[in-house]
């Protein structure tokens, strides 16, 4: 499925290309919305900017990532990671999940720049593409790569190491990685009465 090593994925490092710096971090945290397989993807559309930005890269890999600790969220404020880009909350109060405080994490599908150093040569970096999706549910020792159809879909409340990285002097969030530890499975939700009212036989 992904034609590289699964080791890379729990690790943590700083990348440099010419004038491209990124921060990686790995976090245990607690999932919310998880569309991160190339199948469930958000497609985008024409309702708001986000979903405009998103179908212009032919759609985008999206979850919400919540906090287990505020030690975590201090990491990425001591590491730069900006607390209000274009003025608004990046940490954002939500469910009862893990300490209630999460991140939006993003990945366009569709995402190609290129850089140049000091020296005028040109390098292009591929950003884009579904994360690296792991199974750790049955020890690291006995990791596999999660199985969208064969191991079902990430409901709210599953518990994952995630990697992802700081970009734009800390304005940015890029969604890398994640290691699934603990499955919740998805469920979709039953249709209610008002729901009914715009069904037809």
Not at 26 to 47: A, C, H, I, S
Not at 183 to 188: Q, R
């Amino acid at each position: 499925m992904y034609p590289y090593s699964i080791l890379p994925v729990l690790q943590t490092s700083s990348l440099n290309k010419g004038r491209l710096k990124m921060a990686k971090h790995t976090m245990d945290m607690v999932l919310e919305y998880p569309k991160v397989f190339e199948g469930n993807r958000d497609m985008g559309g024409d309702g708001n900017n986000a979903a405009i930005k998103a179908a212009k890269h032919n759609g985008q890999y999206v979850v919400n990532a919540y906090f287990t600790s505020e030690e975590q969220i201090e990491e990425l404020l001591e590491g730069g990671m900006q607390p209000k880009p274009m003025g608004n909350d990046r940490v954002k109060e939500g469910a009862s999940l893990g300490i209630g405080k999460f991140v939006k994490l993003t990945r366009m599908h569709d995402h190609k720049m290129i850089f140049t150093d000091k020296g005028g040569k040109e390098t292009e970096v591929d950003f884009g593409g579904s994360p690296k999706v792991v199974n750790l549910t049955n020890g690291v020792e006995n990791k596999s790569w999660w199985s969208l159809d064969e191991d079902g879909a990430l409901g709210n409340g599953t518990r994952a190491k995630v990697q992802f990285e700081t970009y734009s002097k800390g304005a940015g969030l890029r969604l890398i990685a994640l290691g699934v530890t603990d499955h919740v499975a998805w469920e979709a939700s039953a249709p209610t009465e008002d729901d009914e009212l715009f069904m037809v036989d």
